[in-house]
T-cell receptor, first 115, second 112 residues
């Protein structure tokens, strides 16, 4: 399973673009990159997923270089409500039996948006 | 639309007591269901995975068990709670964990 490394925390002012980078040097060929957002005392919420190049939806963009050893979640013009923990997950979508996921979200990146 | 429910929202239990947490999903059929735990200061860890009624996969060794008696019902249980079972328990449904998953509101369990 690909291990991921993210910054523990980041600060940003309202209205700025925020880029959170995740390193995953041992990503496998069939692995996808998925980002979640979590507010305190709530379950994570799916933000975006990608395999390569760039993916964009209504809330974020995901940039993945050709070697796929890292990815960057980009949040345009953040607001106070974007203050949350952001998790990067890397893994395959196929299940091969009990214990095959061994999934832990890790501690993520705590983003604090400042007024 | 699909919704996911968990109860209770909070629970305080003594060490050695039994546990039963329930999760139900509405608006979808035959979902893949998951139990996660988030312990204080630690990441969210996948505990159990179910692809159908009676089909449970345990992802990590633990003091807990899971059951799926109905298509959209997922239960997390323990015969005797340990202090280390304290945490925030989340139920989720969806495809693979690495695809989009939808999480419930969670249960905050404190074992004293």
């Amino acid at each position: 399973l690909a291990k991921t490394t993210q910054p523990i925390s980041m600060d940003s002012y309202e209205g700025q673009e925020v880029n959170i980078t995740c390193s995953h040097n041992n990503i496998a060929t069939n692995d996808y990159i998925t980002w979640y957002q979590q507010f305190p005392s709530q379950g994570p919420r799916f933000i975006i997923q990608g395999y390569k190049t760039k993916v964009t939806n209504e809330v974020a963009s995901l940039f993945i270089p050709a070697d796929r050893k890292s990815s960057t979640l980009s949040l345009p013009r953040v607001s106070l409500s974007d203050t949350a923990v952001y998790y990067c997950l890397v893994g395959g979508t196929a299940y091969s039996g009990a214990g095959s996921y061994q999934l832990t979200f890790g501690k993520g990146t705590k983003l604090s948006v400042i007024p | 639309s699909q919704t996911i429910h968990q109860w209770p929202a909070t629970l305080v239990q003594p060490v050695g007591s039994p546990l039963s947490l329930e999760c139900t999903v509405e608006g979808t059929s035959n979902p893949n269901l998951y139990w996660y735990r988030q312990a204080a200061g630690r990441g969210l860890q996948l505990l159990f995975y179910s692809v159908g009624i009676g089909q449970i996969s345990s992802e990590v060794p633990q003091n807990l068990s899971a059951s799926r008696p109905q298509d959209r019902q997922f239960i997390l249980s323990s015969k005797k709670l340990l202090l280390s079972d304290s945490g925030f328990y989340l139920c989720a449904w969806g495809g693979s964990p690495y695809n989009e998953q939808f999480f419930g509101p969670g249960t905050r369990l404190t074992v004293l």
